[in-house]
């Protein structure tokens, strides 16, 4: 079944909305005690992360001209999940 691109829009807003309520629920959780609820929403943030991906890449194919990034993960998306969910801690140093 091929989705129309409305479809797409309203499937992206709800992932992003989804998204967004589990960034929400694992900064809640974030006491070092309890990792492995912390674990647990990244394990399932992961795999919602990779049915979204697939959907952009359908909505890429079936509208090559229409489609756009923004649909499904919006400005600045990646940059937050990155910081939440990341392995890695990421620190900048202050340049005089």
């Not at 992932?15 to 309890?34: E, M, T, W, Y």
């Not at 609820?37 to 952009?56: I, K, P």
């Not at 649909?71 to 900048?92: A, H, M, P």
Request: charged share 35%; net charge positive.
């Amino acid at each position: 079944m091929k989705y129309t691109m409305l479809q797409y829009r309203e499937l992206g807003k709800e992932f992003k909305q989804l998204n967004d309520r589990l960034v929400r629920i694992a900064v809640a959780i974030g006491s070092p005690k309890r990792t492995r609820y912390f674990d647990r929403l990244h394990r399932c943030n992961r795999h919602l992360n990779s049915v979204r991906s697939d959907l952009e890449e359908e909505m890429f194919r079936d509208y090559p001209l229409e489609a756009s990034t923004d649909i499904f993960y919006g400005v600045g998306d990646r940059e937050k999940l990155g910081l939440l969910f990341s392995c890695e801690t990421k620190t900048e140093e202050a340049k005089p």
